[in-house]
């Protein structure tokens, strides 16, 4: 991935995956009038290839694309990068999103869409995937230091490194962002709106579906029974 992601967006390489030829051209303007490199591609198999034989700091995919769709490309991308991927959605449908969000997507955006809502869903994702180890509350409030344990779970909070029974455990930077906001807070139940704000940087009402298929991604990878449901309030994290 590319460096300064927080900073020059002309270090930031976009890959943009539209069918539509107008949409595709008009997004890949806009972003680039902010800075941004874009590559753009018609359908899914062509935006793999691309993502295979570049380097792309964060993508932008539709839901419905020709040859292999939006949902199906976002899954293979997920075997090999946790680059951060922001989806679009025409209709706004809510299997759409869900099938996004379950596919490893970090967010997403309903078409049409303002650009400075994109760019900002952009910028925010980039800060989350290059955020410093220092930043999180974890490292200066944890108790047993940089590295807390909880049973088989390991989490390096100044490393950024998970691992489960020794095993060293892929993540996103949105999957470890939550994470270290849990670990910060063991018994705690963290509202869905509070884990919005601090993990998605939402300063509005979000979408509270993203938090509950991120919690549940994160539960596959570092097992289900250290993250426990409040119903009707969030999350806790067990001691």
């Not at 380097?55 to 990068?81: K, N, W």
């Not at 390991?154 to 949105?174: C, K, M, N, Q, W």
């Not at 940087?201 to 979000?206: A, H, I, L, R, S």
Request: hydrophobic fraction near 45%; proline fraction near 3%.
């Amino acid at each position: 991935m590319g460096q300064n992601h927080g900073g020059a967006s002309a270090d930031v390489h976009v890959l943009l995956v539209e069918d539509d030829d107008a949409i595709r051209r008009s997004v890949g303007m806009a972003l680039e009038r902010y800075g941004y490199q874009v590559s753009a591609a018609p359908d899914g198999l062509t935006g793999l290839e691309m993502f295979r034989d570049g380097q792309h700091d964060l993508l932008l995919l539709d839901v419905m694309l020709p040859f292999l769709d939006g949902i199906g490309l976002c899954r293979r991308i997920r075997e090999t990068s946790q680059a951060p991927i922001l989806m679009m959605s025409a209709r706004g449908d809510a299997l759409d999103v869900v099938a996004g969000l379950e596919a490893g997507a970090d967010d997403y955006v309903i078409k049409p869409v303002d650009t400075t809502v994109l760019v900002a869903r952009i910028r925010t994702l980039l800060r989350r995937a290059t955020f410093s180890a220092a930043t999180p509350e974890t490292s200066e409030t944890a108790d047993d230091g940089a590295v807390l344990t909880f049973r088989n779970l390991t989490v390096d909070t100044r490393g950024l490194e998970v691992r489960t029974g020794g095993h060293l455990v892929a993540l996103t930077p949105t999957e470890l962002r939550l994470l270290l906001e849990f670990v910060a807070a063991p018994g705690v139940v963290l509202e869905r709106q509070r884990l919005l704000r601090n993990v998605w940087d939402y300063g509005w009402e979000g979408d509270s579906r993203v938090v509950d298929l991120a919690v549940q991604r994160l539960r596959k990878k570092i097992g289900a029974d250290h993250i426990e449901t409040a119903r009707g309030f969030g999350y806790k994290f067990r001691r």
